[in-house]
């Protein structure tokens, strides 16, 4: 399914207007009651992502003492993307009003199962949030690896000039290193933050690393910890690099000093995905990104529901309006990559 009138590339000046005409859009959505809690929800959410991981340990021991432990990597990063997703729902306050409870959850979400830095991300993903696909200001369209507009690719020279040219070519292989990146990134930050948060943080990031060693090790030893380390991680990245990547890669870009309205902002920057419920959940919802960019604080369910609202809302103001199948929308990114190169 695709539902489009503008190409993912243009940059197209969306009309001014105080607002953008967000607030009539904000009522509607208000009035569905499609911004009150789902804690039900989230609960089973929780327990069946609790449950993945519970089953992941348990084939684990199963074949404790066998290499074909190493086939169980593939499901463990399934179970430790899930359970970022349920991160990035508590980051965004979908599960919790209280800050106290949503700052507790969100540590022994990310940092003590999943292995990343709660108040890192949060804080890195509340940016990209703020300025989506603003060079300079989006830390997700950074100028480091991937040239992700003509005006980065503009400026390189000599390798990372011949990177660029090139990069549709390695931007899948650089996806598996996702995860490892996210790590690194959270750990470079916990060691430059004060405070007791970071110590707790901290604290919770040395207990997940030592219990995943300690008991793969258990399991076949330390040469088998290692290498299932590096290859759930691959999977854990290339997940979690093709679950983001869609949703805002190869679109709208606007330019230095451009001030666009929220509405406009946050449409004409993001990528639908079109699918069915497992869609839904390997995504954890972020396939209706769009939704999720006006409303964040939307709980995951509800950004469905509320697609026909934005939809019909984006058509009687002539806003392009991006869906497109799973397929197309890696097709977009490969296209906008080759097209900056």
């Given amino acids: 399914m695709t539902s489009t009138i503008l190409p993912p590339s243009t940059n197209a000046t969306p009309p001014p207007g105080p607002g953008g005409g967000f607030g009539p859009l904000a009522r509607q959505i208000r009035e569905a009651g499609l911004l009150e809690p789902h804690r039900d929800f989230f609960l089973a959410t929780a327990i069946l992502d609790l449950g993945l991981l519970w089953l992941t340990g348990t084939l684990m021991v199963a074949l404790q003492g066998s290499w074909w432990a190493l086939a169980i990597a593939p499901l463990a990063a399934i179970a430790a993307a899930q359970l970022s997703f349920l991160g990035h729902d508590i980051g965004h306050h979908q599960v919790f009003t209280d800050r106290r409870y949503e700052w507790i959850a969100g540590v022994l979400v990310g940092n003590l199962l999943t292995g990343l830095s709660f108040g890192w991300w949060n804080d890195k993903h509340h940016r990209h949030h703020a300025n989506p696909n603003v060079d300079g200001v989006d ?81 076949a030893g330390p040469v088998f910890a290692v290498v299932f380390i590096l290859v759930m991680n691959l999977c854990y990245g290339l997940i979690m690099g093709m679950s983001f990547a869609p949703n805002h890669k ?92």
Wanted: charged share 20%; with cysteine.
């Fill in 139 to 219: 830390p997700d369209v950074a100028d480091n690896v991937i040239a992700w507009s003509d005006r980065q690719a503009a400026r390189r020279t000599g390798f990372g000039l011949w990177f660029a040219k090139h990069q549709a070519s390695f931007f899948l292989p650089l996806l598996t290193f996702t995860g490892w990146s996210l790590r690194v990134q959270g750990v470079r930050a916990l060691s430059e933050r004060k405070g007791w948060k970071g110590v707790v943080e901290a604290a919770l990031l040395a207990i997940h690393v030592a219990a995943v060693i300690g008991f793969l090790w258990w399991i």
């Fill in 250 to 341: 190869g679109m709208a870009t606007p330019e230095p000093g451009q001030r666009w309205d929220h509405l406009r902002k946050q449409v004409l920057t993001s990528r639908n995905i079109a699918g069915s419920v497992l869609v839904d959940w390997w995504y954890g919802g972020l396939n209706h990104q769009i939704e999720h960019h006006l409303f964040p604080s939307m709980p995951r369910p509800n950004l469905k529901r509320a697609q026909p609202i934005v939809r019909q809302y984006c058509a009687e103001l002539g806003l392009p309006y991006h869906e497109v199948s799973v397929v197309q929308s890696y097709r977009e990114i490969w296209a906008h990559l080759d097209q900056v190169a």
